[in-house]
């Protein structure tokens, strides 16, 4: 800070700045709030076809975010210039005041010209005494005592306006298009991150031998406190670059280099590596040009070798351990993940063999529970099942192109789901037995590639509708699956990620139950019609799924066996045939989105077709009971009932159908009080009779379950039609229950019947 500039300062401006970012703020909150309850809303609730499904609502919430970002943005750039302002104009004060006190006593101050000053005492003859007669003389002690006091002020001043334009800076430079959500509540908190990011990252460089037990814990409570801060974590990763982050987590992850810290903080290496691997997610998200080139560069030498200890470890190996943890930025993941697998190919000679291996003296790469960390596949799944349209991208790449000596492409699913030979897994805990983690990974991948939203999740209103490329993904797995039932029976596991895929694919199962050619020749009047109709009784919001009724009937069976798979489509099931029912029966309802002017065949297909549903999970559940998947019956009581708390009483969009089912404005929630009536007392009852059943010991015979199967599916099936009936003041309500009800034993019997065709060699002891 130059001292002329200092000494004159017009804050006049500044004060301007302050007070139109203030104004700004004020206008930018009522622009979000506009946004959030006007626009998003409107675009959440609105009737979207086509392409405006796949497009135009995801768009219009990502705007409306937009605004919310502006304002946080705005917000701390207006607290960090008020801070700013604020101190200067103290220093400004002070260093006026000092000047002052040194006239007094005769000190002048010099600016120098070159941003610089000096102070020099009196020389004249007629200063050397005051007023009353007594001697005044001004010491050199006087003289460096200002000049001190003026440095200090001048230095105080440089720290507020470097500090600044550093968070400014850093804030600008964050985002490359629209706004940063960083947010700080003054200029001190926002420049406490970057100094902290800066001493972590130096800690973090430190010799192995040189980093102590103390150095561990501050780096470990500093990246846990800061992990989801934006400025600390991109500062973070770029002071330490990609190869000292490599470098770093395979030293302290190893107990031949980092003894000490493994003797004395085996327990505590999990936290660690989620907390940088968190940190280094939302640094991941930053746009900054150090940070881009951070992204490209951890690519690049993801094959190989890490300069550590030892020599045998590669850069995937290392990184993808630390992606477990967090939401990674989509583009970097999709880069990733392409070099990663071209490593792969490779490493396994285009996937014949095995590769990763673990030995005996390699360390765990990875602590947080589960896998070893040694194959690298493993924790890049993970991280992609945080990551959905990565994932999705990701699996319908090509992991072998069409080219050369192949004559068919194998795409990253095939390969993965089918082909590859996974290596053989430790947990990282010594608990005893193989560790599923790899294949279960998957899963989870799979699951977030399919439905847009992160697995483990349930999706909501802004969670796009399904799109050509989850939608084939799906139809991929269904196929697989329905070719060999062993690629999901023999790893259980999976069977809740491909549960909760199912339910949010039942318009599009629902469909391929009706055994309607899905592409009628345009000749085929009678088809095309009926193709139309179908379409209307299941409407579908965005891409749908083409799929085979033997195909899906397999796939179903499949699921079925394991309780967290059967529960996650059947509790979708009946939440979505009650949706159904409250959709059609609403007389309301336009008449060109009707299927037919018969209400009676309407509530009698959708009774129909869920009751096979739910028949073909019937089949599999018994078989799991009677098999070797040593399953008790109550387990899946259980998993039917553990769903009441994952509702927590309330019927949300994620149940069951995802946001592929159309509710327009005509027949949203709160019309007349109908809307959600069937479907909370369908799905209340069945947590009933679940948690009922549950605590019931009694074993009973694969008889008496099939039969308990189907009359408990027509009793909810009524329900779910008379509730409807009713809240619509529709006559004969006892009517259309009947039909429901008579419709719904008969679909259930189907579904038996029709998987004891289609896979007579999957069905034992029933």
Known sequence: MDFNALYHANFALLDDAVTDWSTLIKHLAELKKDAEDGLHRAANQADWVGVNAQVSKQFI???????????????????????????????????????????????????????????????????????????????????DDLRDEIQRILSKATESDTSAKTVLTALADQSAMGFSDAAYKDRDAAAEAVKEADELAKLAKKDPDDLSVKDFDRLNAGLKKYHDDPLFSERFATNLGPEKTLTFWANVSDPAVSPELTRERRAQLGELQQNLGLTLATASQSDTADMTDWKRHMVDIGDQPVHGKRGNILGFQVMSNLMRAGDYDDDFMRDYGKKLMETERKFTDDGKHYAWQRMGFDPYLNHMKGDSGWDPVSGYLKGLSNSPDAATDFFNDDFIPKDGDHKHAVSNFKYLFEDRHWPHESNSDLSQGESIDGRNNLAAALEAATTGHPAGELPTADTPPHNPGQTKLFENIVSSVSDDNGRLTDHSYMSDS?????????????????????????????????????????????????????????????????????????????????????????????????????????????????????????????????????????????????????????????????????????????????????????????????????????????????????????????????????????????????????????????????????????????
């Open 498 to 766: 491909m549960g909760q895929i199912a339910s949010e694919y039942l318009p599009d199962i629902d469909r391929a139950t009706t055994d309607v050619d899905q592409h009628p020749d345009k000749s085929d009047g009678d088809g095309t019609a009926a193709w139309q109709r179908i379409q209307k009784l299941y409407p579908v919001d965005g891409s749908a799924a083409d799929l085979d009724h033997r195909e899906v009937t397999r796939f179903l069976f499949a699921v079925g066996q394991n309780p967290d798979g059967y529960a996650a489509v059947e509790v979708g099931q009946k939440n979505y045939m009650g949706k159904l029912m409250e959709y059609h029966l609403n007389p309301d309802l336009p008449a060109d989105q009707r299927p037919n002017h018969d209400l009676e065949l309407t509530v009698r297909d959708i009774a129909r077709h869920s009751g096979q549903v739910s028949g073909t999970l019937a089949m599999g559940r018994n078989e799991a009971v009677a098999g070797p998947a040593d399953a008790q019956d109550k387990d899946f009581d259980h998993s039917v009932s553990q769903w009441k708390n994952v509702l927590s009483g309330g019927i949300g969009t994620g149940v069951g159908v995802g946001t592929s089912f159309i509710a327009s404005p005509v027949v949203g929630a709160g019309v007349g009080g109908a809307a959600g009536t069937a479907t909370s007392v369908v799905l209340e009852e069945l947590f009933k009779d679940a948690e009922g059943s549950a605590k019931d010991d009694a074993g009973s015979k694969m008889g008496e379950n099939w039969q308990n199967g189907s009359e408990n599916n027509m009793k909810y099936t009524r329900r779910a039609a008379y509730e409807a009936a009713k809240a619509y003041h529709l006559p004969h309500s006892d009517d259309v229950a009947t039909w429901a009800e008579s419709s719904s034993s008969q679909g259930f019997g189907e579904g038996g019947d029709y998987m004891e065709r289609v896979g007579p060699e999957l069905v034992t002891d029933i």
């Open 61 to 143: 919430g990502k705007t409306a975010g937009e605004f919310g970002e502006a304002h946080t943005q705005a917000t701390t750039i207006h607290n960090v210039l008020r801070d700013t302002r604020d101190e200067l104009k103290d220093y400004h004060r002070q260093l006026t005041d000092a000047v002052a006190r040194g006239q007094g006593k005769h000190l002048t101050v010099i600016d120098t010209g070159d941003g610089g000053f000096t102070v020099t005492g009196n020389t004249r003859p007629d200063w050397s005494s005051d007023p009353s007669g007594k001697t005044s003389t001004t010491s050199q002690k006087d003289v």
